[in-house]
């Protein structure tokens, strides 16, 4: 059974890195009165493939993975949510069913929005429209850029962008190490790469002062160097 924390959308930590910043207070009153908040733990599925959605997800906090399983039955990650960001949003304007499964990687609260709710809210506020085109396309770019770097880029560049790109996104926790914990397995679903090419190549960018590695925790030293051996423009 999912808890189901009172969470208010005025005063949410999350509001400044959603799209919903842009809402006037009346309409976050609303937002508020429609919204279901749950507390899924690590490893719960908040939508799977086939799916139909009946609404959209936003992250309070936590992270989430959205993956799909590819015809040989692996995992692949199609990208990480984190507080703010919205999940199955694609599927629900589309009006199709999921593609993927979503997965949190932690204890997640999440706010299921029902539909009716985000097509009013879109229908009276340009400004939400508009931010929701530019979340999307910034997220079709991220997954066209990861296209072209699977036959663009060795692994080891592939996996050094990988880390910066979760550094640029998540940030550094207290002590300085990026601020989400991923497998290996993790890792290599994000990639592309076989567990055994993860393991191989993280030491070997270890060894070479790139990274520090505790455990499942990463710091990166020096971003500008990560980001040449991963051919990344700033």
Request: aromatic share 6%; proline share 2%.
């Amino acid at each position: 059974m999912l808890r189901r924390p009172v969470l208010n959308c005025i005063n949410c930590q999350s509001l400044a890195l959603s799209v919903f910043c842009t809402l006037r207070s009346d309409e976050l009153l609303d937002l508020n009165k429609e919204k279901v908040s749950y507390t899924y733990k690590k490893g719960q599925v908040i939508f799977s493939e086939s799916n139909r959605p009946s609404g959209i997800f936003c992250v309070h906090s936590g992270k989430v993975k959205i993956y799909k399983i590819n015809s040989e039955g692996k995992e692949q990650i199609v990208r990480l949510a984190k507080d703010g960001d919205l999940i199955g949003y694609r599927s629900f304007l589309a009006n199709e069913e999921y593609h993927a499964f979503a997965e949190t990687l932690e204890e997640s609260v999440i706010c299921t929005i029902p539909g009716t709710t985000v097509l009013q809210l879109l229908s009276q506020n340009i400004n939400l429209s508009l931010k929701m085109m530019e979340h999307m396309a910034k997220d079709i770019m991220a997954a066209d850029q990861k296209s072209v770097d699977l036959l663009a880029k060795t692994a080891r560049e592939r996996l050094c962008e990988a880390l910066v790109i979760l550094y640029k996104s998540f940030g550094v926790d207290e002590d300085g190490f990026i601020d989400i914990r991923l497998t290996r397995e993790n890792i290599g679903n994000l990639t592309g790469m076989a567990i055994e090419t993860v393991v191989r190549t993280l030491k070997e960018i270890s060894d070479e002062g790139l990274i520090v590695r505790d455990k499942k925790r990463l710091l990166i030293p020096d971003i500008a160097k990560l980001m040449d051996e991963a051919r990344m423009v700033d």
